[in-house]
């Protein structure tokens, strides 16, 4: 299998990544037609989210494998990532920030506005990811972004909750609980990888064993085993 290159990953910039106003506008169209499969007067307002949302991931796609081919062209000796693990990541909205850090704000909603869309309402229409809260999440959140300001090359590992923070409401005077359905309508940015699996264990017991020698081993008997996706 011949080894993919820089150019291989480039390859597509004009069919997917041109950045003025008129290519945004078609790719935003291309992904509301290929990608919702929708007819543009039957269209939604979450069909319009999420063709923005795929049209500027196609962008964040192209820095992302431009990065990685960066990376593996480095020798063992000079090759090194930072690995920020944390159990919440408070990001907040996805798209509005991503338009700011991309520099596709003015592109975007030229295209959009063009195309006879209001961008704060489909800025509006995006649910704010459920993967953190509080002090912690959003500190984990400001070193990654700080990191890739810096142009630093780093991996946030975390868990995707599928509820995460959970909502609340006023019945009849009293507080009630529900769960945080953030993944209702999908989620545009993330890349399911299920061919990377991994066994995550829970609970369970240790035990004490000791060898010929006499040398102490301690085995972990988890009461619970579930497969992570990456």
């Known amino acids: 299998m011949a080894r993919a290159t820089k150019r291989s990953c480039n390859s597509h910039d004009t069919a997917r990544t041109g950045q003025s106003s008129a290519e945004m506008q ?20 979450n069909d319009w989210y999420m063709a923005v949302a795929h049209t500027v991931r196609d962008q964040i796609v192209k820095n992302w494998l431009t990065s990685f081919y960066d990376l593996i062209s480095l020798s063992k000796e000079k090759l ?10 408070l990001l907040g909205p996805h798209l509005g920030n991503n338009l700011v850090n991309m520099d596709l704000e003015a592109p975007v909603r030229a295209a959009l506005e063009t195309l006879g869309q209001n961008p704060e309402d489909i800025l509006k229409q995006e649910v704010e990811p459920g993967l953190g809260n509080g002090g912690l999440g ?37 507080q009630v609980e529900k769960a945080d359905n953030w993944l ?18 829970f609970g369970g017991h240790t035990e004490f064993d000791r060898d010929s020698a006499g040398r102490l081993s301690v085995r ?7 497969m992570g996706v990456a």
Not at 80 to 89: A, H, I, N, T
Not at 185 to 194: A, D, H, L, Q, S
Not at 220 to 226: E, F, H, R, Y
């Open 26 to 45: 078609q790719a935003i169209l291309n992904h509301l037609h290929y990608t919702q499969a929708k007819p543009l007067p039957f269209a939604t307002r």
């Open 80 to 89: 090194k990532v930072v690995s920020y693990m944390s159990s919440e990541f």
């Open 138 to 174: 959003r500190l984990a959140a400001c070193y990654l972004e700080s990191l890739a300001t810096l142009r630093v090359p780093a991996v946030g590992y975390g868990i995707r909750y599928e509820f995460g923070i959970f909502d609340q409401e006023i019945r009849n005077g009293w």
């Open 184 to 201: 209702k309508f999908g989620n545009p940015w993330e890349v399911r990888r299920p061919d990377l699996a991994f066994e995550v264990k």
């Open 220 to 226: 972990w008997i988890p009461d619970k085993v579930i």
